[in-house]
T-cell receptor, first 114, second 108 residues
Framework: DGGITQSPKYLFRKEGQNVTLSCEQN?????MYWYRQDPGQGLRLIYY???????QKGDIAEGYSVSREKKESFPLTVTSAQKNPTAFYLC?????????????FGPGTRLTVL | QKEVEQDPGPLSVPEGAIVSLNCTYS??????FMWYRQYSRKGPELLMY????GNKEDGRFTAQVDKSSKYISLFIRDSQPSDSATYLC????????FGAGTRLTVKP
């Protein structure tokens, strides 16, 4: 089955720690995205990548970092600089080069700072 | 003012009711309009998308876009308990913008 997987499903972090969230897709999509979802605020874009070894900041990139070494993988690191990291994190992927690109979402990772 | 406004609800209706979900937006450049459904603790899944203005129907679901009013709607006919979820509107020109989501509960 083609799709997007995210791990872990739940993650707990102590203050001052960096944590990395995994996102893998086997849809052969070029573009991948990371969103943060908070109650009442919808999805906000953290980072996105249109091609391997290239990525751009989204609306709320501060305190986060990403890498795109492989087409299938787009891990997100939540650093200690992110002051309010408790949220639901969603990874998505889409095709590129067409006028409308449906984004397919993974099941999400819920991060809680203790 | 947010670029996309959506009433978060919650909205509770009896089974069989017609549900109307709405979003307004401020950016007239948006060309693609989407509705995503998100079940609790899951990722969103695309329900419907529309290009520019007009209506689109898929089974019990109808999406409407009124670009002159900057207003989009999703109608659910004969609502079922399995429709209980959060519904997110989304819009796109270059970047995708999401509404806050409306939580819907359909009671048997």
């Amino acid at each position: 089955d083609g799709g997007i997987t995210q791990s872990p499903k739940y993650l707990f972090r102590k203050e001052g720690q960096n944590v990395t969230l995994s996102c893998e897709q086997n849809l052969n999509h070029d573009a991948m995205y990371w969103y943060r979802q908070d109650p009442g605020q919808g999805l906000r874009l953290i980072y996105y990548s249109q091609i391997v070894n290239d990525f751009q900041k989204g609306d709320i990139a501060e305190g986060y970092s990403v890498s795109r070494e492989k087409k299938e993988s787009f891990p997100l690191t939540v650093t200690s600089a992110q002051k309010n990291p408790t949220a639901f994190y969603l990874c998505a992927s889409s095709k590129t080069g067409v006028s409308y690109n449906e984004q397919f979402f993974g099941p999400g990772t819920r991060l809680t700072v203790l | 003012q947010k670029e996309v406004e959506q009433d978060p609800g919650p909205l509770s209706v009896p089974e069989g009711a017609i549900v109307s979900l709405n979003c307004t937006y401020s950016n007239s450049a948006f060309q693609y309009f989407m509705w995503y459904r998100q079940y609790s603790r899951k990722g969103p899944e695309l329900l419907m998308y529309t290009y520019s203005s007009g209506n689109k129907e898929d089974g019990r679901f109808t999406a409407q876009v009124d670009k002159s009013s900057k207003y989009i709607s999703l109608f659910i006919r004969d609502s079922q308990p399995s429709d209980s979820a959060t519904y997110l509107c989304a819009m796109k020109e270059d970047d995708m913008r999401f509404g806050a989501g409306t939580r819907l509960t359909v009671k048997p």
